[in-house]
């Protein structure tokens, strides 16, 4: 068998797959044990509900959804770029985590504590009075995903870009400074057609070889990354308009409307589910700060995980533990981060 049609048939997989996101991911969700058999068994359903679609959207949606974006581009937003976030005792990253998004043209976030027990709520507490941070308390494991689609449907009328982003992610433009917004909104309508969002690769850095936690920023200490080659890279964080949205089904991409997708940050193709194989960062990148020092990977993994109940595999930490190349693009923030802090 060719590599080429190997290929194919994955993406022929994939594309299947996003035209039955919401069945797949609930019984994979929810009938663990016998999700592979039910999924056999409805095939005929998935195939069906897979070509009904996709016909759907080749004859009328793309043409609905680039005439419902045509107009949205000329509606006023009290803000251009908004932040969606939820988050458990991650007071300690909390400050530099918004001060930089600010830099990067971020007016509102939207913050969702998890039941913090550190100083999170203090933190926050000055950014709330100034009317930057919408704080809500939300209560419960696995939670992730309520807090994103509770976000969507308050807000989405308030701001004309939300990403969705762990405290542990950085979106950074590759030209320092440059509003998030403007780059977004370029490459979407660059694009055209039902293009309502980017799909950001992931940038991962590892340890950089400490132990313990050091003092000072995180985008100070972390200075090595994996390559984009790495597999890990390959999964995308998104930043879309909301009122596209009709389910955040994911920490990595929602499920859109018919008609409406995400494109990649360099030439604006199409990306189907939560990854972009094609690696460039020329636009947008998301620095994940996934382990940082061993230390502190240990009291992460004490949280458990964000979109549904459950823990950490240990053995991730040497899947993510990327060091391979030093990159300092970060620094040139870090004197205005210092002074804010």
Request: hydrophobic share 35%; with cysteine.
């Amino acid at each position: 068998m060719s590599k080429r049609f190997k290929i194919n048939r994955f993406y022929l997989w994939i594309r299947c797959y996003c035209y039955n996101n919401a069945y797949l991911l609930y019984l994979k969700r929810n009938y663990r044990k016998l999700s592979n058999v039910i999924i056999a068994l409805s095939a005929p359903y998935i195939l069906l509900r897979w070509a009904s679609l996709a016909f759907y959207e080749w004859a009328i949606g793309k043409k609905l959804i680039a005439a419902k974006v045509a107009k949205d581009n000329l509606r006023h937003f009290d803000h251009e770029m908004a932040m969606v976030s939820i988050s458990k005792n991650e007071g300690p990253y909390v400050k530099e985590w918004i001060e930089f998004h600010r830099l990067v043209g971020f007016t509102k976030f939207y913050f969702y504590d998890n039941e913090s027990e550190d100083e999170t709520a203090q933190v926050m507490k000055p950014y709330v009075e100034q009317g930057l941070v919408e704080y809500t308390l939300i209560k419960g494991k696995g939670r992730q995903l309520d807090a994103y689609n509770d976000a969507i449907k308050k807000h989405k009328d308030q701001c004309r870009w939300m990403a969705f982003l762990d405290m542990d992610e950085y979106l950074m433009p590759a030209k320092p400074f440059e509003p998030i917004a403007k780059v977004v909104s370029e490459l979407t309508r660059k694009a055209g057609g039902g293009a309502v969002g980017v799909g950001v690769n992931w940038c991962i850095y590892g340890t950089s070889h400490l132990e313990k936690t050091p003092k000072g920023l995180t985008s100070e200490n972390f200075i090595y990354r994996g390559t984009n080659k790495r597999s890990g890279n390959y999964h995308i964080k998104t930043v879309c308009n909301p009122r596209f949205v009709k389910d955040y089904i994911s920490p990595h991409y929602p499920l859109f409307k018919v008609g409406a997708y995400n494109v990649n940050d360099s030439d604006g193709e199409r990306l189907w589910g939560w990854f972009c194989l094609d690696v460039k960062w020329q636009n947008l990148r998301v620095n994940h700060y996934y382990c940082k020092s061993k230390e502190q990977y240990i009291k992460k993994i004490s949280r458990g995980l964000g979109d549904r109940d459950g823990s950490y595999d240990t053995s991730r930490f040497n899947y993510y533990d990327l060091n391979d190349e030093k990159d300092l693009s970060m620094m040139v923030y870090a004197d205005e981060l210092k002074k804010r802090l």
